[in-house]
């Protein structure tokens, strides 16, 4: 039976828990441990729920993007827009246009949600390209190949690995390197009976991989550490919400001088459909006893203390200070300077860790000079009023002619 139901708390954790307000350990505390690591779809759940998730994700790949950046040298372009070519001015125009912008931010927000991200890139002729044969040069499912195309790329997708039925799986494997040859994409569409399902050739993909902490391809989510200390802090919440809910439906107290009247009683009243949670005593003294036990009030410091410790361990895992997590305004002046620092220099290194897969983007886009520098996000330090304000400097001055006016008395 425990292990029936430790399988079931998997399940609805993933695709079939989609839409279940249960999460792991609910089932069997067993199934919660911080040893174990959490699935892609637990991740892309909580993530989905979560502020602190999204905050150690898309806070982060928000601030990296915002700025956007300079290139070196400046490339005028003349591409598409509302089915004739136009002369963009800038690069930078053109992927504001084509939506290069907000692919390339959520592949670097689901990267360092999953570890690894990749970018499709495609040329507008992939309704003409042939079919993919497997090993055995089998094709039955007439699903299309994108094989590297010599037609400058127009667009491009961000995809995270196979997840709920959508994302990417890794075809064919080089042997030697281990690097991915080919991608298998799917993409439930709405209302239609059969998936989009096609394949790429590595030659039209850029991976976007978090930074390692491990030996291994890919690169390591950026909410590991923090991800089961979340999970903690919801059940503490929910436990507080269930027992507030409980007292604002009511309590029905009835008195039971022993069990067999008890029994009596409950028989007599039967099932009923009201929303009050009912109780049994023998005496006042044990009444006051259950009330005590129901009612939060003696836990809720207790309860305060520990989301407390488990917010220091999520800002500490996130590189990120308290008042920031908590949405405390930025500033530049004493503790608050070094909270912006300290923040900002994750930003700034996550910047330089993520240059070579945008500038491999903007190559893929025609950019002949990939080089550029990243905008800064950081907020500035005020400047700071001169030693003479413009009041003293009035001041002065009438001083000044005062002392003239004098002089030119005498």
């Not at 040859?181 to 209302?191: P, S």
Request: charged letters at 25%.
């Amino acid at each position: 039976m425990g292990d029936s139901i430790r399988q079931l708390d998997l399940e609805d954790t993933g695709l079939a828990g989609a839409g279940s307000g249960y999460i792991r350990g609910d089932y069997d505390p067993k199934n919660f441990s911080y040893k174990k690591l959490p699935t892609r779809s637990e991740l892309l759940l909580l993530f989905l729920r979560n502020p602190k998730i999204q905050k150690a994700t898309v806070w982060f790949a928000g601030e990296i993007m915002r700025m956007r950046w300079e290139f070196d040298l400046e490339q005028p372009i003349i591409a598409p827009k509302h089915g004739t070519d136009y002369p963009f001015k800038a690069f930078n125009k053109w992927l504001e246009w084509i939506g290069f912008m907000q692919e390339a931010l959520k592949a670097v927000m689901w990267s360092l949600l999953f570890g690894d991200t990749i970018l499709v890139f495609y040329d507008g002729e992939e309704k003409n390209a042939e079919e993919y044969q497997d090993a055995s040069g089998n094709n039955e499912y007439h699903r299309l190949h994108l094989k590297k195309s010599d037609n400058p790329m127009l667009k491009c997708k961000a995809f995270y690995e196979m997840n709920r039925g959508n994302g990417y799986v890794i075809e064919k494997v080089d042997d030697f390197f281990g690097i991915p040859t080919i991608y298998r994409i799917q993409m439930r569409t709405y209302k239609s009976t059969e998936n989009v399902i096609y394949y790429v050739d590595a030659a039209r993909v850029v991976r976007f991989s978090a930074p390692q902490k491990e030996l291994k391809y890919s690169g390591t989510s950026n909410v590991t550490t923090i991800y089961h200390d979340c999970l903690v802090q919801e059940q503490i919440k929910r436990a507080v919400a269930v027992q507030a809910n409980l007292l604002q439906s009511g309590i029905l107290a009835i008195k039971a001088s022993n069990p067999t009247e008890k029994n009596l009683v409950a028989d007599e009243i039967g099932d009923s459909f009201s929303s009050m949670r009912r109780i049994f005593y023998s005496n006042p003294e044990e009444l006051d006893k259950l009330f005590k036990l129901i009612i939060p009030d003696l836990n809720i410091n207790q309860m305060a203390m520990l989301s407390e410790l488990m917010q220091k361990d999520i800002a500490t895992g996130m590189d990120m200070s308290i008042s920031n997590l908590e949405g405390a305004p930025q500033g530049a002046l004493s503790s608050a300077e070094y909270d912006t620092l300290n923040t900002y220099a994750k930003v700034h290194q996550l910047q330089a860790h993520y240059t070579r897969a945008m500038e491999e983007a903007f190559f893929m886009l025609g950019k002949q000079d990939t080089t550029f520098t990243w905008g800064d996000p950081a907020p500035k330090t005020p400047e700071k009023d001169a030693p003479n304000s413009t009041e003293d400097g009035d001041n002065s001055s009438e001083k000044s002619n005062d002392n003239s006016n004098e002089d030119v008395t005498i």
